[in-house]
């Protein structure tokens, strides 16, 4: 099972990104889908997690500019970053966890490969 990130980029101050994670491998369902960050010299920090049924939960400071999504036939997340900030600086990672087509049935959380965003002022 694998976890690819795409659609990280250099984008102005004030601009938009939309990154996607797509699952793939031998994947039964999966849970919750995360979006973490890792900014230099700081500690990875939780962005947003988005459940199956789609309830999102967000941190405090991309409420109202980020937006998590899915698509569960895709085995796909997606994060829409809005008025972005030279803070958001960051490589992003997708997080989710897996239940496995595994007998018997296996459950682990994986993570993506990380896609890098930058903004500038």
């Known amino acids: 099972v694998q976890l690819q990130a795409s659609g990280g980029g250099l984008v102005q101050a004030g601009g938009s990104l939309r990154l996607s994670c797509a699952g793939s491998?031998?994947?039964?369902?999966?849970?919750?889908m995360s979006w973490y960050r890792q900014a230099p010299g700081k500690q990875r920090e939780l962005v947003a997690t988005?459940?199956?049924?789609?309830?999102?939960n967000y941190a405090d400071s991309m409420l109202g500019r980020f937006t998590a999504s899915r698509d569960n036939a895709k085995n796909a997340v997606y994060l829409q970053m809005n008025s972005l900030k030279p803070e958001d600086t960051a490589v992003y990672y997708c997080?989710?966890?897996?239940?496995?087509?595994?007998?018997?049935?296996?459950?682990?959380?994986?993570w993506g490969q990380g896609t890098e965003v930058t903004v500038s002022s």
């Open positions: 988005i459940t199956s049924n789609g309830d999102t």
């Open positions: 997080n989710a966890g897996i239940s496995l087509r595994t007998s018997p049935a296996s459950y682990m959380t994986y």
């Open positions: 491998g031998s994947i039964f369902s999966i849970n919750a």
